[in-house]
């Protein structure tokens, strides 16, 4: 049955074109309100570099020492190297280097091979043997004399003296305070030439960097020595981060 004169299909097919009007106009909308927001320009921010370094006294050592010998047969090359690892062993244990703080880093049995002539097959002439240990000591003014018992007691390898911190994180906090201090004077500056304000932080990432440590190595072939005089230093410990600051509106 019509309504107010209209058939029901022109009614129908009315109501469904105002319908789809509204869609596309919704439509159009949408795509005028993303074209908008991808025109939108970049935050504007200003981003620093920071830097802040740290000097701090190690609190104690590493070294690694050991013995090497050479003899015809393994067994004689062993049974040498083991006689003099134990008086090495006996002498650190003497100077007040607890056992806990002497580790096994290495332990090697190698043939050795000789060639007359160049053009000639090698041949085995023997074998040797190598046991290396890390030691380390708690009272860095006794490197030194360390170095002077390994020595005498029969060591024939000592190096990688190294000075390190146990606990190096407070000494690092005191750089990254300093880092961050530098990336806002950095800012700041940069601000004040481009007359604008800075306004709050916006991102801050960092990469810590450590000054490698003290590092001594070499062969000890002398039976006796003075005692060898060790400057332990300073480590350096560096924070680097970099900081967004935004612009104040």
């Known amino acids: 049955m019509a309504a107010a004169g209209f058939p029901v299909q022109g009614v129908a097919r009315w109501i469904l074109c105002l319908g789809v009007l509204l869609a596309a106009a919704g439509s159009a909308e949408t795509v005028r309100a993303q074209g908008q927001d991808s025109k939108s320009p970049p935050e504007a921010r200003v981003i620093v570099v920071g830097e802040g370094t740290v000097s701090a006294p190690p609190d104690h050592a590493r070294i690694r020492s050991g013995v090497t010998t050479t003899a015809k047969t393994a067994k004689e090359a062993i049974d040498a190297n083991s006689r003099l690892m134990g008086a090495v062993t006996a002498a650190l244990l003497d ?14 049995i190698q043939p050795v091979y000789v060639s007359p002539t160049p053009s000639a097959e090698p041949k085995l002439s023997g074998y040797r043997v190598s046991n290396q240990v890390d030691l380390t000591i708690r009272q860095i003014s006794k490197v030194g004399e360390i170095l002077d018992r390994l020595v005498t007691a029969g060591a024939t390898d000592a190096g990688n003296v190294e000075f390190l911190l146990s606990d190096p994180s407070k000494a690092l906090d005191q750089a990254r305070e300093a880092a961050v201090a530098d990336a806002r004077r950095k800012a700041e500056l940069y601000a004040r030439a481009s007359g604008f304000g800075l306004g ?47 612009i104040a509106q």
Do not use: N
Not at 229 to 237: H, K
């Open 95 to 108: 100077s007040g280097i607890a056992q806990k703080d002497i580790q096994t880093s290495e332990f090697s």
């Open 200 to 246: 709050r932080v916006a991102f801050i990432t960092e990469s810590s960097e450590f000054a490698p440590p003290v590092a001594l190595s070499g062969r000890l072939k002398s039976a006796t020595m003075a005692a060898v005089p060790i400057q332990p230093g300073e480590d350096t410990l560096h924070a680097r981060i970099v900081v967004g600051f935004d």
